[in-house]
C-alpha cells in the first residue's frame, strides 16, 4: 500500500518519506471526502452535520437526547448525527421516502451500512401535522425545507414550538428567496438572481426546454417539471421577517450566521430590491424555547 522512498536527511531517516500506490490512491480519490464541498454525500455526512452539530449547536448535550428534523430528505446528514452524537432518538421527516436509497448511497460513498441504527426513525409525514406529543424533542433541525412547504410554513413553525421540551434547541437555515440562489435553478442557468432580473415566462421557457447541468445529488434527480414546480412553490422568504416570526414565539436567540455574495451586481431588474436581501445567501439559526416558569 505504502513505499519509502529514497532518504536524503536524517530527519528524514526518522519521518520516512510515504507515497501511495498508484491503486491506493484510484481509490481513496473515490472516497467523498477526497472530493471535497463538490461531493454531495461530503457535503451532507461531513460539512452540514459539522455546520449543525458543532458550529450551531456547539456540541450541545441535548444533541443526546431526542432530536426531530423536519424536510430530512435522503437522510444522509441525520445518519452523521446519529453517528456522531449518538442520540436517545433520532426522528427524520418528510413527505417523500428518500431515505429508501440511503444504504445505497452509504455503500457507495465507503460506508456499508448493514442495516438503518436502531435510533434512527424514519416517518412519511406532514411536518404540518407532527405526529408526537407536546414537548417530545430535545431539539429540532430544520435546513432547507421551510422554503419548500408549499402554501406557507407558518403551521411548521407552530408545530415545532409545540413538540420542542422547555429549553430544547431549534436550529433552522432557510432558504432565502430573493438570495442569488434562491430560485434553486441553478442547474440550468448560474446567474446570480436570475429569477428575479427576467420574466416568469422566459424563466419558465428556459426550465421547460434546457437540460440541467446536474449537480452530483447522489443520484437524487427529478423532472423539468418537478423543477419548474419546486420553484412555484417557494416560499418568498426574507431572513428580517422570519427572524421577526421567530421572536414571536418568544424563543431566545441562542446563535447565528450568515453566509453572504461577495458582491452584488445591480442591473435595472435588481433596484427594487434590498441589499440585504439580495446580499444573504443563507442564514444559520439557532433558538431555544424558554423555561417553564415554575412559580407562575
Not at 448525527?81 to 436517545?88: E, F, G, K, S
Not at 416568469?200 to 427529478?222: Q, W
Request: hydrophobic share 40%; charged share 25%; aromatic share 10%.
Amino acid at each position: 500500500m505504502f513505499s519509502i522512498n529514497g532518504i536524503e536527511s536524517a530527519q528524514q531517516l526518522l519521518l520516512g518519506t510515504w507515497s501511495t500506490h498508484p491503486e491506493t490512491e484510484a481509490r481513496l480519490n473515490q472516497l467523498s471526502w477526497r472530493q471535497g464541498m463538490t461531493n454531495w454525500f461530503h457535503r451532507h455526512f461531513c460539512h452540514a452535520a459539522k455546520v449543525i452539530g458543532e458550529l450551531c449547536l456547539a456540541n450541545s448535550e441535548k444533541l443526546h437526547g431526542r432530536i426531530l428534523d423536519i424536510g430530512a430528505g435522503e437522510g444522509i446528514t441525520d445518519l452523521s448525527i446519529v453517528l456522531r452524537y449518538q442520540p436517545q432518538e433520532l426522528v427524520a421527516l418528510d413527505i417523500v421516502d428518500y431515505i429508501k436509497e440511503l444504504p445505497r448511497v452509504c455503500e457507495e460513498n465507503g460506508l456499508p451500512l448493514q442495516k438503518m441504527p436502531d435510533n434512527f426513525t424514519f416517518l412519511q409525514q406532514s411536518c404540518e401535522e407532527i405526529p408526537y406529543a407536546d414537548e417530545s424533542f430535545d431539539v429540532v433541525i430544520s435546513w432547507g425545507s421551510l422554503e419548500h412547504i408549499a402554501g406557507g410554513y407558518r403551521k411548521t413553525l407552530d408545530e415545532v414550538y409545540r413538540v420542542l421540551k422547555p429549553g430544547g434547541l431549534f436550529f433552522v437555515a432557510p432558504g432565502l428567496y430573493y438570495s442569488a440562489i434562491g430560485s434553486h435553478l441553478g442547474e440550468f442557468d448560474p446567474t446570480p438572481h436570475l429569477h428575479l432580473r427576467i420574466p416568469e415566462a422566459d424563466l419558465k421557457e428556459m426550465v421547460m426546454t434546457t437540460k440541467p447541468t446536474i449537480m452530483d445529488r447522489s443520484g437524487f434527480n427529478v423532472t423539468n417539471e418537478d423543477y419548474w414546480r419546486f420553484y412555484k412553490e417557494l416560499n418568498p422568504i426574507r431572513l428580517a421577517d422570519f427572524e421577526k416570526e421567530l421572536r414571536s414565539y418568544g424563543y431566545i436567540l441562542i446563535r447565528a450566521a450568515i453566509r453572504t455574495s461577495e458582491i452584488v451586481e445591480y442591473d435595472a431588474a435588481l433596484q427594487p430590491y434590498s441589499i440585504l436581501d439580495l446580499a444573504v445567501e443563507e442564514p444559520y439559526i439557532t433558538v431555544q424555547k424558554p423555561e417553564k416558569n415554575l412559580n407562575s
